[in-house]
């Protein structure tokens, strides 16, 4: 997943599609300059109210990513019931309490019943959930509530650890149904694959669950 950068040059597309009001965010963040006894028309905070209303539409286009295109028919039938695992997909999100930014790795497991989802979508179910105000353990919740109903599987399984947030939390764990901890502990004996690029993942022998 690419990093976020912020950058000012988001496509007219990209503005669109996070239907974000740009106009009266922009005022908006220039009247808070104000309460907050700056003068949003000094120099340095000129551009400010754009680029945050601009970071915004970036930041929050999750709530309008239509997840039907996104899965874009990387769904598969499979004969195997193993394991998938997918580890250490980055995420940034913004927690809902504060408006600050928080981030850190998503792991995701899940036993198929006869679906599987490419492998590379999986980073973006993430990046979808994240991508709105959000705390910790609802995202949790919705990464894997999303990826039982597409998937139907036997078993799935999403941690969220959380690397950085002005108010830190533990990590939250979301395993529906119930799965013994063996499973995802035996998954890190050694996948032997790079998942951060969210191009891999690999299945755990059955005899290891
Ligand atoms: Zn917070």
Same mark, same amino acid.
């Given at each position: 997943?690419?990093?976020?950068?912020?950058?000012?040059?988001?496509?007219?597309?990209?503005?669109?599609?996070?239907?974000?009001?740009?106009?009266?965010?922009?005022?908006?963040?220039?009247?808070?300059?104000?309460?907050?006894?700056?003068?949003?028309?000094?120099?340095?905070?000129?551009?400010?109210?754009?680029?945050?209303?601009?970071?915004?539409?970036?930041?929050?286009?999750?709530?309008?990513?239509?997840?039907?295109?996104?899965?874009?028919?990387?769904?598969?039938?499979?004969?195997?019931?193993?394991?998938?695992?997918?580890?250490?997909?980055?995420?940034?999100?913004?927690?809902?309490?504060?408006?600050?930014?928080?981030?850190?790795? &998503?792991?995701? @497991?899940?036993?198929?019943? #006869?679906?599987?989802?490419?492998?590379?979508?999986?980073?973006? *179910? /993430? =990046?979808?959930?994240?991508?709105?105000?959000?705390?910790?353990?609802?995202?949790?919740?919705?990464?894997?509530?999303?990826?039982?109903?597409?998937?139907?599987?036997?078993?799935?399984?999403?941690?969220?650890?959380?690397?950085?947030?002005?108010?830190?939390?533990?990590?939250?764990?979301?395993?529906?149904?119930?799965?013994?901890?063996?499973? &995802?502990?035996? @998954?890190?004996?050694?996948? #032997?694959?790079?998942?951060?690029?969210?191009?891999?993942?690999? *299945? /755990? =022998?059955?005899?290891?669950?």
């Amino acid at each position: 997943m690419e990093l976020l950068d912020f950058d000012d040059d988001l496509t007219d597309d990209q503005l669109a599609a996070s239907q974000i009001d740009g106009p009266q965010a922009e005022e908006s963040i220039a009247h808070l300059l104000k309460a907050l006894g700056e003068n949003p028309e000094r120099d340095g905070l000129k551009n400010t109210p754009r680029r945050v209303a601009r970071m915004y539409s970036e930041l929050l286009a999750g709530y309008h990513m239509d997840p039907v295109a996104m899965i874009n028919g990387a769904l598969f039938d499979v004969k195997y019931d193993e394991m998938v695992i997918v580890r250490d997909i980055e995420f940034y999100s913004m927690c809902e309490h504060h408006m600050l930014p928080f981030m850190g790795r &998503v792991h995701v @497991a899940y036993i198929p019943d #006869g679906k599987v989802l490419g492998i590379s979508k999986i980073p973006r *179910v /993430v =990046d979808m959930y994240a991508r709105r105000l959000q705390v910790q353990e609802r995202m949790t919740r919705q990464i894997a509530d999303f990826l039982r109903d597409l998937l139907k599987p036997q078993g799935v399984a999403v941690v969220v650890e959380v690397a950085d947030h002005a108010v830190r939390g533990g990590p939250a764990r979301q395993l529906d149904p119930p799965v013994r901890p063996e499973p &995802v502990r035996s @998954a890190e004996v050694d996948v #032997g694959v790079d998942v951060t690029e969210g191009t891999a993942a690999d *299945v /755990v =022998d059955d005899e290891e669950l």
